[in-house]
C-alpha cells in the first residue's frame, strides 16, 4: 500500500508541474544519466592508468593536485555563470573536457607520462562541475515535497546509467581499444550528456529568471546564511575523510593483489558496476518509502553509525585481504551517491535559489574537493593501514556529532527565508 501511494504521490506531483519545468526535470535527469553512464569508462580508465604508471602510494599527490586545479577553475565557473546562462557554462566545461581528455590520451599514447597526472586530475573536476550544475539546477525549479519524491526514481536513472558504463568498460575495455579506448568512448558521452541539457529550455537559464534577487553572485548570497553552510560543508568533510581513507586502502590492497593494468580496467569496472547497483537498489526500493516516512535528520544520524559498524566489522575480521575491504568501499560509494546524495540535497531547500547554487559552489565543487586533498596530504606522509583505520573511527564519530548543530541551524535558516520559500 505504502509503495502504491508513493507512485500515486508522484504521479501527481509530476502532471501538477509546469511544462517547463517538467522539460527542465525530464531532460537535466536524462543529462545525468549519459554523464553517470560516461563516468566508469573515465574513471575506470583514468585510476588503471595512473596505478599502472605511478603506483598506489601516489595517489594521493594527484588527489591533492585535484583540489588544487578545482579550486582554480571554480573560482572561473563562479566569475562565468553570473554574467552567463547555465546552458554555456555547461556546454564549455564539456567541451574543455573533451578537448583536454583527448590531449592526454594522444600524449600518453606517445609516451609522456606525465599526462597520467593530467587526465586523473580533469577526472576529478569536470564530474564534480557537471553533476553538481545540473542538480543545482533541478534543486531551483523544484520545491522540498516534490524533491524529496522525485529524487529516488531521477538517482535510479543516473545509477542505471552508471551500471550499464561500469559493464560495458568490464566486459569490453579490450574490444574497445583498452583503457585509452574507453575513456574516448567516455568522452563522447560527455558531450551527448551536454546536448540534452541544452534542450532544458531557457526559461531557467538565468538565475534573475529563478529568483528576484537581481545581480547577486551566488557566492555573495551565502553570507547571510554563513553558519548554516559551514555546518553543510564540516559534514561533506568528514564524509570525504571518511571515503577517501577506505579508498587509499582499497588501492593498496588493489595493487598488492590485481597487477596488470588490464586486469585493473575490468576490476575497476566491475567495482563500479556494483557501486552503482547499490545505489539503484536504495533509490528504487529505500528512498522512495524512506525519505516520506522518516524525517530527514535521521537518515542523516542513521549514515555514519551504518559506516562505523561495517568499517569495523570488515577491517576486525578481513582487513588485510581484498574482498572485505573492497565490499566496505563499495557500501561507502554506494550509500554516498544515492542515500547521503539525496539526504544531502534536502539539506539546501532551506536556502532560496540563488543561495543554492553559491552554496553548492562552496560545498559540492569546492569543499568537496579539498577535503580529499587535504587528507591526500595527510596520506602522503602517513600510509600505514592501522593510520588509516584509527583516523577512520575518528572521522565517523565527528560526523555524528557535527550534525546536533547542522539541524538548530536549519531551524533557524527556514524561519530566515521563510518568505522567499
Known amino acids: 500500500m505504502a509503495n502504491k501511494n508513493y507512485f500515486d504521490d508522484l504521479k501527481k506531483m509530476l502532471l501538477e508541474l509546469s511544462s517547463e519545468k517538467k522539460r527542465g526535470l525530464i531532460l537535466g535527469s536524462i543529462s545525468l544519466f549519459f554523464l553517470f553512464f560516461s563516468y566508469p569508462m573515465i574513471r575506470s580508465a583514468a585510476e588503471a592508468i595512473f596505478l599502472d604508471t605511478y603506483g598506489a602510494k601516489k595517489s594521493p599527490h594527484v588527489w591533492f593536485y585535484s583540489i588544487i586545479a578545482l579550486s582554480f577553475t571554480v573560482t ?27 590531449i592526454a590520451l594522444y600524449f600518453l599514447h606517445s ?30 525549479i523544484l520545491s522540498y515535497k516534490v524533491a524529496k519524491t522525485i529524487y529516488g526514481p531521477m538517482g535510479a536513472l543516473g545509477s542505471i546509467g552508471g551500471i550499464l558504463g561500469g559493464v560495458i568498460t568490464s566486459s569490453s575495455s579490450s574490444v574497445l581499444g583498452g ?37 547577486e553572485s551566488p557566492l555573495h548570497s551565502i553570507l547571510e546564511v554563513k553558519n548554516y553552510v559551514f555546518l553543510i560543508a564540516l559534514v561533506i568533510i568528514l564524509t570525504q575523510f571518511c571515503i577517501n581513507l577506505t579508498n587509499f586502502k582499497f588501492n593498496i590492497l588493489l595493487e598488492r593483489f590485481v597487477h596488470t593494468k588490464s586486469e585493473k580496467v575490468s576490476y575497476l569496472g566491475n567495482l563500479y558496476s556494483a557501486i552503482n547497483g547499490i545505489s539503484l537498489f536504495m533509490q528504487v526500493l529505500i528512498i522512495p518509502l524512506l525519505f516520506n516516512i522518516v524525517k530527514n535528520r535521521t537518515i542523516h544520524f542513521f549514515i555514519p553509525i551504518f559506516f562505523f559498524l561495517v568499517s569495523g566489522l570488515s577491517f576486525s575480521f578481513g582487513g588485510a585481504t581484498l574482498f572485505p575491504v573492497m565490499l566496505t568501499f563499495v557500501l561507502f560509494k554506494g550509500t554516498d551517491y544515492s542515500l547521503f546524495a539525496a539526504a544531502k540535497e534536502m539539506l539546501y531547500f532551506p536556502l532560496i535559489a540563488r ?9 559540492d565543487m569546492l569543499i568537496y574537493r579539498m577535503a580529499k586533498g587535504v587528507i591526500s596530504l595527510v596520506l602522503v606522509f602517513y600510509q600505514s593501514e592501522t593510520f588509516v583505520e584509527y583516523c577512520l573511527a ?14 538548530r541551524q536549519q531551524e533557524k535558516v527556514l524561519n530566515q527565508n521563510k518568505e522567499y520559500l
Open 111 to 140: 609516451g609522456q607520462n606525465i599526462f597520467a597526472y593530467i587526465f586523473y586530475v580533469w577526472k576529478e573536476v569536470y564530474i564534480v562541475l557537471m553533476v553538481h550544475s545540473v542538480l543545482a539546477f533541478i534543486n531551483s
Open 179 to 215: 583503457a585509452e579506448g574507453i575513456a574516448l568512448i567516455g568522452t563522447f558521452f560527455i558531450l551527448i550528456s551536454c546536448s540534452f541539457f541544452q534542450m532544458t529550455g531557457t526559461k531557467f537559464d538565468q538565475l534573475d529568471k529563478i529568483d528576484n534577487r537581481k545581480n
Open 355 to 363: 543561495q543554492k547554487f553559491g552554496a553548492k559552489y562552496v560545498v
Open 76 to 102: 572561473l565557473f563562479n566569475k562565468f555563470q553570473t554574467n552567463n546562462s547555465v546552458h554555456k557554462v555547461y556546454w564549455g566545461i564539456g567541451s574543455i573536457t573533451a578537448v583536454i581528455f583527448c
Open 394 to 407: 575518528i572521522c565517523l564519530i565527528a560526523w555524528i556529532f557535527v550534525l546536533i548543530p547542522l539541524f
